[in-house]
């Protein structure tokens, strides 16, 4: 008989087994039983759970994506200036919990098969939508909204960029080095309006 309250301990075990899986293979080539292995539980239970591969796929991605939110909602509650809200949207999509190599393989790996599915496609598309109107939420108090748009869409270039760049490399992420080409390009675009 199944023990009461185990079915989301489960769950979270097999989106967890699912990027490691993805991190240490790179691609989405893995399988529901190396998955279960992964998780501790039987193949049987994860198709019980999550169905097919593709379903368990679109739920490891709307886990990556509730956590960046839950996140990014947490640092732009913090940010006290429209500069510190842009500077928190950047620092989250960096953070330890977020730029990490099996995150960064899991993502890639989403990007490359987005291009397949179209319910992956949709939560990128969500997530880009998301990074754009945190951007904008500082940035349209700092420049003119037609620019604020160009920065935004650059910055986002330039953190996805990061990611993909990473996820080509041996080692661990160096998030500093990350955050600062980021805000390095952001101070540039600031000091240019400034002095226009």
Same mark, same amino acid.
């Given at each position: 008989?199944?023990?009461?309250?185990?079915?989301?301990?489960?769950? %979270?075990?097999?989106?967890?087994?699912?990027?490691?899986?993805?991190?240490?293979?790179? /691609?989405?080539?893995?399988?529901?039983?190396?998955?279960?292995?992964?998780?501790?539980?039987?193949?049987?239970?994860?198709?019980?759970?999550?169905?097919?591969?593709?379903?368990?796929?679109?739920?490891?991605?709307?886990?990556?994506?509730?956590?960046?939110?839950?996140?990014?909602?947490?640092?732009?509650?913090? *940010?006290?200036?429209? +500069?510190?809200?842009?500077?928190?949207?950047?620092?989250? /999509?960096?953070?330890?919990?977020?730029?990490?190599?099996?995150?960064?393989?899991?993502?890639? *790996?989403?990007?490359?098969?987005?291009?397949?599915?179209?319910?992956?496609?949709?939560?990128? +598309?969500?997530?880009?939508? +998301?990074?754009?109107? /945190?951007?904008?939420?500082?940035?349209?108090?700092?420049?003119?909204?037609?620019?604020?748009?160009?920065?935004?869409?650059?910055? *986002?270039?330039?953190?996805?960029?990061?990611?993909? +760049?990473?996820?080509?490399?041996?080692?661990?992420?160096?998030? *500093?080095?990350?955050?600062?080409?980021?805000?390095?390009?952001?101070?540039? %675009?600031?000091?240019?309006?400034?002095?226009?």
């Amino acid at each position: 008989m199944p023990k009461v309250g185990m079915e989301p301990l489960r769950r %979270k075990a097999l989106i967890d087994a699912t990027i490691s899986a993805i991190g240490e293979r790179g /691609n989405l080539d893995v399988t529901m039983s190396e998955i279960a292995g992964r998780a501790g539980v039987s193949s049987a239970l994860a198709h019980h759970y999550f169905g097919a591969k593709d379903e368990l796929l679109a739920a490891t991605m709307r886990h990556l994506l509730s956590e960046l939110l839950i996140d990014t909602t947490a640092a732009l509650r913090q *940010a006290e200036t429209a +500069r510190t809200r842009v500077s928190a949207v950047i620092a989250v /999509n960096f953070s330890d919990k977020q730029f990490r190599s099996e995150t960064i393989a899991a993502w890639l *790996a989403f990007y490359v098969e987005a291009q397949k599915s179209p319910a992956l496609r949709r939560l990128l +598309r969500v997530y880009a939508h +998301r990074l754009h109107s /945190n951007l904008m939420s500082g940035l349209t108090r700092l420049l003119q909204r037609h620019e604020a748009e160009r920065v935004a869409e650059a910055t *986002a270039a330039l953190i996805d960029g990061l990611y993909i +760049r990473r996820a080509l490399r041996e080692g661990i992420p160096n998030a *500093a080095s990350a955050i600062a080409l980021v805000e390095d390009y952001l101070e540039t %675009k600031l000091s240019q309006a400034g002095d226009a």
